[in-house]
Structure formats: C-alpha cells, structure tokens
Nanobody, 124 residues
Framework: QVQLVESGGGLVQAGASLRLSCAASGRTFSNYAMGWFRQAPGKEREFVAAISRSGGLTSYADSVKGRSTISRDNAKNTVYLQMNSLKPEDTAVYYC?????????????????WGQGTQVTVSS
C-alpha cells in the first residue's frame, strides 16, 4: 500500500496562487500514476488533474486547464498541484490519489489510495 498526505491548502483571495503537495510513503512511488480530485460541499468528487508514473504525461479538467499544473518528483515521493488565478468556484477539499492503472485516469473509482484532503477556500 501507499500512504498519502496532502498539504498546502488555505484561504486565499480570488486571483491568488497555491501549490498543493502530496507526500507518499510505503511502496515505490514511481509505480503509481497520481491524480488530484476535489469535492465541494454538496457536490460529487471531481477530477482535477492526473500525471503518469514518469511524469511525462498529464491531463486536466477543463475547469482548471491553463490555470493549473500537475507535476511530480519521484526522488522526493511527492506530487504537486500548482494552481494560479484561483476563483471562488475552486473552493473545495482537494485530495490526491494513487493508482496502479496505466495511463491518465480520470475516474475516482480507479484510485484505491487516497489522502485525507486539504481545504482550499477562495474568497471573492
């Protein structure tokens, strides 16, 4: 198994930037494709971004494309989500997740490992 711990959330004003981090421990980090998801109150968990095992491939939800960058450092067992030009609608709990599925996975049901989440609140 792999254990995941997110950090970097907070309260920011619209237009600000945040970088979320997700530190992994346990099994070999590079064996896992990684994803970021978010869940706002009263809404379903939704896909934000995904990155392949090597970091060479990435995928983004339309809602964050052009404003966010997912990256990973396999030497540090960490995946990042850089979010710029934040909007109030980005307010949610952000989760990182790990999967052994190949490719860029958008379905949360295909991620067996999840962190506890970090709150991002964007004020207008």
């Amino acid at each position: 198994q792999v254990q995941l711990v997110e950090s970097g959330g907070g309260l920011v004003q619209a237009g600000a930037s945040l970088r979320l981090s997700c530190a992994a421990s346990g099994r070999t980090f590079s064996n896992y494709a990684m994803g970021w998801f978010r869940q706002a109150p009263g809404k379903e968990r939704e896909f934000v971004a995904a990155i392949s095992r090597s970091g060479g491939l990435t995928s983004y939800a339309d809602s964050v494309k052009g404003r966010s960058t997912i990256s990973r450092d396999n030497a540090k067992n960490t995946v990042y989500l850089q979010m710029n030009s934040l909007k109030p609608e980005d307010t949610a709990v952000y989760y990182c997740a790990a999967t052994t599925w190949m490719g860029l996975i958008r379905e949360p049901t295909k991620y067996p490992y999840w962190g506890q989440g970090t709150q991002v609140t964007v004020s207008s």
